[in-house]
């Protein structure tokens, strides 16, 4: 089974910093590389996507950073708020496959005031 | 607008008693998914629907069984519960056949004694 995997396990950060969590694949034919946010009793939300014809997507606070020649992906969070507070999975498969995705073991992000 | 309906929300069982893990979106969207969620290992696909009448195999589909309904219910079934089975188990739906899953329900909490 492909691993996908991600590091660290634990953030701690304080409020307007940056938050880094990074992950590694193994698979070259990958080319779907999500991040997912999920809050404590909730289920996961689709987060920020990249695929790799680009090496950066920003969307508003997130940021995606892709090194395909590494086999590597991350995920920045500039100003880090409070409300970041979250644990984040990131995830790697084939695109036009659906139900081919694999997850990474997530990160506990705390953002202290 | 409700998006992906899980039902029960907690649930114990004993060792060998069976139930039905309820699904339900109301976004028309094609594909949906049943993964469960252990602590350290993320997220792992159990099984699959990429359109209504066809069901696939994920990472652990041993010891579940799934029924796609009809287009909006996608079903999770333990004929006969394990302690092993015990997990946060999350439903997922995306709306293309190929499309990776976007939109995750809130999860049942299932313990076997």
């Known amino acids: 089974q492909q691993q996908v995997k991600q590091s660290p396990q634990s953030l701690i950060v304080q409020k307007g910093g940056i938050s880094i969590i990074n992950c590694a694949y193994e698979n070259t034919a990958f080319d779907y590389f999500p991040w997912y946010q999920q809050f404590p009793g909730k289920g996961p939300a689709l987060l920020i996507a990249?695929?790799?014809?680009?090496s950066e997507k920003k969307e508003g606070r997130f940021t995606i950073s892709f090194n395909k020649s590494a086999k590597q992906f991350s995920l920045h969070i500039m100003d880090s708020q409070p409300g970041d507070s979250a644990t984040y999975f990131c995830?790697?498969?084939?695109?036009?496959?659906?139900?081919?995705?694999?997850f990474g073991q997530g990160t506990e992000l705390s953002v202290k005031p | 607008n409700a998006g992906v309906t899980q039902t029960p929300k907690f649930q114990v069982l004993k060792t060998g008693q069976s139930m039905t893990l309820q699904c339900a979106q109301d976004m028309n969207h094609n594909s949906m998914y049943w993964y469960r969620q252990d602590p350290g290992m993320g997220l792992r696909l159990i099984y699959y629907?990429?359109?209504?009448?066809?069901?696939d195999k994920g990472e652990v589909p041993n010891g579940y069984n799934v029924s796609r309904l009809n287009k909006r219910e996608f079903s999770l079934r333990l004929e006969s519960a394990a302690p092993s089975q015990t997990s946060v188990y999350f439903c997922a739906s995306s709306p293309g056949q190929s499309n990776q899953p976007q939109h995750f329900g809130d999860g049942t909490r299932l313990s076997i004694l």
């Open positions: 990249i695929r790799p014809d680009v």
């Open positions: 629907s990429a359109s209504e009448g066809t069901t």
């Open positions: 995830a790697a498969g084939p695109y036009n496959q659906g139900g081919k995705l694999i």
